[in-house]
Structure formats: structure tokens, C-alpha cells
């Protein structure tokens, strides 16, 4: 089945302790983003990667890292996470820069 | 940037239609979407349009594109309970790197 996974689903966490949150899908997609949903706001892109090797910021990237060292994974990593990191994450995929975007299950993160 | 706009609520009676309605800011928006997000879940693509349309039927759904004013609706036929979610609108930015998420629209329907 075609699809975009998250791990973890759910995540408490404390001010400061890195994490990552990764992501992985199996459609041979170039185009893989992060996005946060927070309440009153909708979603907005943190970083998305266009290929292999080729990451760049979006709208909030601010306190956010990724790589994308093969084409299926595209983890978010969290060095020092912190309470305004509080969200829910989506990481979406496609195949090229005009097909359709296909999201993840979200992955809910409570910073302490 | 590119802005979406969207009503934060709707609400309808069980059998009615629904419409919710989205207004952008890039003229040169080329891929407009639907999305439907159930309570705790994530995110269902419901329908898209490119803008080469004017209208896009999907049984129960219709998307109508006026391009002329930058207004998107969907248009849902005789509403359910189940469809009680929030619906984003969304456009594909220029460079073609980002969907542009309007704030969502709350969907209630009663029976």
C-alpha cells in the first residue's frame, strides 16, 4: 500500500532534550516536506527536499533540522526542542513539483 | 506571499448541501486543493483542480474555480454527519515548493 508513515504518533517530551521525528514513504517520490498544524494558524511548510541531498527552508524553519540522505526517509530533527515547538507534524510526499501531495498520519509533539 | 482565506465555521442540517468557500491571493495559482480532516486524524485529500478548470465533479462533490476573483468552493451534496470535519483549502505555490493551507473551515452537521 502506497503510503507516508510517521514515527512517533504521539510524543511528551521536556525543554531541551533532542529528538527526531522521522518519516519514510514508499512511492519513489523526489518532493517530501514538514509541515505544523497549530490551532487558528492551518499548516505551514518548516522544510521540504526536492531530492536526495537537496533540502531547503520553508515558512518557520526556525529551530528545525532535516536531511535527506535517501530518497524514502526525510526525518525532522529537534535539537533543543522548546514549549512553542508544542504541535502537530505532518510530513507529506510527491512525486514532482506539480502531483498531488500525499500527508502523513501526523505525529502530535507536547514540549515540557 | 501567497495568502488563503477560508470561513472558520459552517453549519447544516443533516440532507443539506454544504459550501465552503476560499479566496487566494496568487493569481498565477495553478493547483488548488481540498482537504478533509477528521477529529485526531490526519490529513484525506478530497478533490483538486487545476486552473485550466472552471468546475470539477466528484459524486457528492463539486469544486467550482472562479479564476477571475481568486474564489475556490466545494460544494457538498446532501451532507452527512460523517462529513463533520475541518476542510482546508489549499494552493500550490509558485515555485511549486509548498502547499498554501488556508486556516480551515469547521464543519458541523445536526441531525
Known amino acids: 500500500e502506497a503510503q507516508v508513515t510517521q514515527n512517533p504518533r504521539y510524543l511528551i517530551t521536556v525543554t531541551g532534550k533532542k529528538l527526531t521525528v522521522t518519516c519514510s514513504q514508499n512511492m519513489n517520490h523526489e518532493y517530501m516536506s514538514w509541515y505544523r498544524q497549530d490551532p487558528g494558524l492551518g499548516l505551514r511548510q518548516i522544510y521540504y527536499s526536492m531530492n536526495v541531498e537537496v533540502t531547503d527552508k520553508g515558512d518557520v524553519p526556525e529551530g528545525y533540522k532535516v536531511s535527506r540522505k535517501e530518497k524514502r526517509n526525510f526525518p525532522l530533527i529537534l535539537e533543543s526542542p522548546s514549549p512553542n515547538q508544542t504541535s502537530l507534524y505532518f510530513c507529506?510526499?510527491?512525486?514532482?513539483?506539480?502531483?498531488?501531495?500525499?500527508f502523513g498520519p501526523g505525529t502530535r509533539l507536547l514540549v515540557l | 506571499g501567497e495568502d488563503v482565506e477560508q470561513s472558520l465555521f459552517l453549519s447544516v442540517r443533516e440532507g443539506d448541501s454544504s459550501v465552503i468557500n476560499c479566496t487566494y491571493t496568487d493569481s498565477s495559482s495553478t493547483y488548488l486543493y481540498w482537504y478533509k480532516q477528521e477529529p485526531g486524524a490526519g490529513l484525506q485529500l478530497l478533490t483538486y483542480i487545476f486552473s485550466n478548470m472552471d468546475m470539477k465533479q466528484d459524486q457528492r462533490l463539486t469544486v467550482l474555480l472562479n479564476k477571475k476573483d481568486k474564489h475556490l468552493s466545494l460544494r457538498i451534496a446532501d451532507t452527512q454527519t460523517g462529513d463533520s470535519a475541518i476542510y482546508f483549502c489549499a494552493v500550490l505555490n509558485q515555485a511549486g515548493t509548498a502547499l498554501i493551507f488556508g486556516k480551515g473551515t469547521t464543519l458541523s452537521v445536526s441531525s
Open positions: 507529506a510526499s510527491r512525486q514532482g513539483a506539480r502531483e498531488t501531495q500525499y
